[in-house]
């Protein structure tokens, strides 16, 4: 058994690295770097200027990062005492982030063009916004109470899209095994996926209270659909499976947690 004393306020997120290194972030508007044995970080990031909500190491572990109260998201490795990226477009502060699992492929570079004098920060289509970059870099999504998702190349430092659809705060986001599709569950009770690759909202669904977690898991055949009921006679999440095709041996699976205390399980094919 060992504590870690040091930070000065509450920690609010934690994330291993490897069996022995692990992150956390915290309302002192720190990340400590923690390995297990030592008495003293082995690495402190300093730079948010508000409470950090969470963090997360990129897939190779070369990258952390966090996203804070101060609208920020910044990125961090080990080898710089300041951030490498530090992405400030969300207008309200930033929930979490998430990396996607795979290196974005070529072949999905995007061939839209911004209308004349259209602004990326303002454009309110309920899809996306379009900065006129191709993606080859690391992928990262960040969630925020302004109602956003937003996609950013770490690489490019340059945001991708501003994903539009939810009313109130998001709170979760997900991304498929493939790095195609990104789930997002908001506050408005509702789970959005989307077609990283075009933009466009692929599915929508709704439920009976507020969506703090969406969660992948792929499936090899269709499990049965488990949804909880929220009072008397009523689903707590309304499942339209027109596009699932039950004959198909590969399916997406999403985990929805509700506010309720509930989980429902959503069978997709996507793919």
Same mark, same amino acid.
């Given at each position: 058994?060992?504590?870690?004393?040091?930070?000065?306020?509450? @920690?609010?997120?934690?994330v291993?690295?490897?069996?022995?290194?692990?992150? %956390?972030?915290?309302?002192?508007?720190?990340?400590? @770097?923690?390995? /297990?044995?030592?008495?003293?970080?082995?690495?402190?990031?300093?730079?948010?200027?508000?409470?950090?909500? =969470?963090?997360?190491?990129?897939?190779?572990?070369?990258? *952390?990062? !966090?996203?804070?109260?101060?609208? !920020?998201?910044?990125?961090?490795?080990?080898?710089?005492? %300041?951030?490498?990226?530090?992405?400030?477009?969300?207008?309200?502060?930033?929930?979490?982030?998430?990396?996607?699992?795979?290196?974005?492929?070529?072949?999905?570079?995007?061939?839209?063009?911004?209308?004349?004098?259209?602004?990326?920060?303002?454009?309110?289509?309920?899809?996306?916004?379009?900065?006129?970059?191709?993606?080859k870099?690391?992928?990262?999504?960040?969630?925020?109470? +302004?109602?956003?998702?937003?996609?950013w190349?770490?690489? =490019?430092?340059?945001?991708?899209?501003?994903?539009?659809?939810?009313?109130?705060?998001?709170? !979760?986001?997900?991304?498929?095994?493939?790095?195609?599709?990104?789930?997002?569950?908001?506050?408005?009770?509702?789970?959005?996926?989307? +077609?990283l690759?075009?933009?466009?909202?692929?599915?929508?669904?709704?439920?009976?209270?507020?969506?703090?977690?969406v969660?992948?898991?792929?499936?090899?055949? *269709?499990?049965?659909?488990?949804? !909880? %009921?929220?009072?008397?006679?009523?689903? +707590? /999440?309304?499942?339209?499976?027109?596009?699932?095709?039950?004959?198909?041996?590969?399916?997406?699976?999403? *985990? /929805?947690?509700?506010?309720?205390?509930? @989980?429902? %399980?959503?069978?997709?094919?996507l793919?």
């Open positions: 058994k060992q504590q870690f004393p040091f930070h000065e306020k509450w @920690v609010l997120d934690v291993w690295l490897d069996d022995d290194t692990f992150a %956390t972030g915290s309302a002192d508007c720190k990340i400590h @770097v923690c390995k /297990v044995g030592y008495t003293k970080p082995v690495k402190t990031f300093e730079g948010h200027e508000g409470e950090i909500n =969470a963090i997360r190491y990129d897939p190779t572990g070369t990258l *952390l990062a !966090s996203c804070s109260e101060d609208l !920020s998201i910044k990125v961090w490795t080990m080898s710089e005492d %300041t951030p490498i990226r530090d992405f400030r477009l969300h207008k309200s502060e930033t929930y979490t982030v998430a990396w996607c699992p795979i290196q974005v492929p070529d072949d999905w570079a995007i061939k839209e063009k911004k209308k004349k004098g259209e602004d990326d920060n303002e454009r309110s289509e309920p899809e996306c916004d379009y900065v006129g970059v191709e993606w870099g690391q992928l990262l999504a960040s969630a925020s109470f +302004d109602a956003t998702v937003r996609l190349d770490v690489a =490019a430092d340059t945001c991708l899209r501003c994903l539009k659809a939810h009313q109130d705060p998001v709170f !979760s986001v997900s991304f498929t095994d493939s790095g195609r599709y990104l789930a997002s569950g908001s506050y408005d009770h509702r789970v959005c996926i989307w +077609d690759q075009t933009g466009k909202l692929r599915n929508e669904y709704r439920g009976q209270s507020t969506i703090f977690e969660a992948w898991k792929r499936k090899k055949k *269709l499990p049965e659909v488990k949804s !909880s %009921t929220g009072g008397e006679g009523e689903d +707590d /999440v309304d499942i339209k499976m027109k596009d699932v095709d039950e004959e198909e041996a590969q399916m997406d699976h999403l *985990l /929805v947690c509700f506010a309720t205390a509930k @989980v429902v %399980t959503i069978p997709l094919k793919e």
